[in-house]
């Protein structure tokens, strides 16, 4: 694999290996991020060293030289090449408001939705890109000055994508372990590289979403205080500053709170936020 080059918010980065398993695995889980020719701020070598007489192989991540993790299984691998990724990403974000929230535009125009794990964030950015909007991000949202929308285009996460994807979309496994050990995977879906939205957009709404089973998919108008509450849950690092930025950015952003147990209705009542 010739070494990739890919820019996360304000940082650029290298990753290489010689290994086609470990090269599958990145090209998996960063062909979605936007491609850059400038320096990298930071370079990642993975690689497979051994077995060595009655020792499983290892498995090594370097980072600006320096050996950072190792391990016998790709999958942790891989998610300590990630961890180490967004760790610089954000403490090297220099502007506005990072949010854990999912993002999706149309014409320059930016829906964010914010909401705890297991809200549906990822489930809906797919449906609406699935749908013709652009893909900006499922995981972290950058709100800058001006309402200026930019996200960490990571691939789509679901553990399962739904049937009757359409075939443009690519879905990868991403293998991984949970914290007992035991052997998981994800569903890395890649939209088509035309509804990649790298760019920034003009943020329309900020919606704060809630999955109910069984509930009439209803969007309804929040108030600022009750918006401050949603938001205070969503905000990627604190402080008093960063609430006072917070509170001037609801200020200027329409917010909205979105109940549905339905996907493809939830998806129609935020198109007509656009």
Not at 74 to 95: H, V
Not at 102 to 123: D, F, I, M, N, Q
Not at 194 to 217: C, D, K, M, N, T
Not at 222 to 228: F, G, Q, R, V
Request: proline residues 6%; glycine residues 10%.
């Amino acid at each position: 694999m010739a070494p990739q080059r890919f820019s996360i918010l304000n940082s650029d980065f290298e990753i290489a290996t010689v290994d086609p398993s470990l090269a599958a695995g990145v090209l998996a889980m960063t062909a979605t991020y936007p491609r850059t020719a400038q320096t990298p701020s930071h370079r990642f070598v993975l690689n497979r060293v051994g077995p060595l007489p009655g020792q499983e192989e290892t498995l090594v991540l370097r980072g600006d030289g320096e050996v950072r993790y190792t391990t016998e299984h790709e999958g942790d691998l891989l998610a300590a090449l990630e961890l180490d990724l967004y760790n610089y990403a954000l403490t090297e974000s220099r502007d506005g408001v990072l949010l854990h929230a999912a993002a999706v535009a149309r014409g320059g125009r930016a829906l964010v939705l914010a909401g705890p794990s297991g809200a549906g964030k990822s489930t809906l950015a797919l449906a609406l890109t699935a749908s013709g909007a652009g893909y900006v991000t499922d995981e972290w949202v950058q709100v800058a000055a001006g309402l200026r929308v930019r996200g960490v285009a990571r691939p789509i996460g679901l553990e399962a994508p739904p049937a009757e994807l359409d075939s443009r979309f690519e879905v990868f496994e991403h293998g991984a372990r949970t914290a007992t050990g035991a052997t998981t995977s994800l569903r890395l879906v890649h939209p088509p590289r035309e509804r990649l939205h790298h760019g920034a957009a003009s943020l329309v709404a900020l919606v704060f979403i809630e999955v109910q089973p069984g509930a009439i998919a209803e969007l309804r108008p929040l108030p600022i205080a009750e918006s401050l509450i949603h938001l205070g849950g969503c905000l990627v690092t604190g402080g008093a500053a960063l609430l006072d930025t917070a509170t001037a950015l609801l200020g200027d952003c329409p917010t909205y709170r979105l109940v549905s147990g339905d996907i493809a209705a939830a998806a129609a009542k935020l198109e007509s936020l656009w």
